[in-house]
């Protein structure tokens, strides 16, 4: 399977998100629009990540960039872990994982010699005409978002 890389046409995708609410990606965004993909809810790594996001919302708003992050949590859950950690970024529920899919960050990781399916923690910059500005790929959580700001700061 391809992985959409920088300068590809995002896949597009309409789900459910946290508080009842739904979020659809189109050619035509309103700005551009970041989506940190991550394994799973109120996990050590997930949940640091997540709350980096938070800390910076208004610096990528700044700049007009909306954050959005995606795993295969159902929604409920979402909203737990939102409640949980006083998050204020969207959290997008796939849990067909049909765009985790198509982004290329369902893949099979191994722990302790053992292989299951999981998000790779990904995060794609996307512009307003729907095409990747960049992409990361096996993110590390410290100094990510930093990262991922200068990036969008361009």
């Not at 739904?22 to 949940?47: A, M, Q």
Request: charged share 30%; with cysteine.
């Amino acid at each position: 399977m391809n992985k959409p890389d920088i300068g590809d046409l995002a896949p597009q995708f309409k789900l459910p998100t946290d508080s009842e609410g739904e979020f659809e990606l189109s050619v035509n965004n309103d700005g551009k629009i970041i989506i940190f993909f991550y394994p799973k809810d109120d996990t050590p790594g997930c949940t640091t990540e997540a709350i980096d996001f938070t800390a910076a919302k208004q610096k990528f708003a700044d700049i007009g960039v909306r954050i959005f992050g995606m795993s295969p949590d159902p929604v409920k859950k979402h909203d737990k872990f939102k409640s949980k950690h006083d998050l204020d970024v969207t959290l997008i529920s796939d849990e067909e994982k049909t765009t985790l899919e198509a982004y290329g960050v369902w893949v099979e990781k191994s722990m302790y010699g053992r292989k299951y399916m999981g998000v790779e923690r990904s995060t794609f910059l996307i512009g307003e005409d729907g095409v990747i500005i960049k992409a990361w790929r096996k993110v590390k959580v410290p100094g990510h978002v930093d990262e991922v700001l200068a990036a969008a700061s361009i």
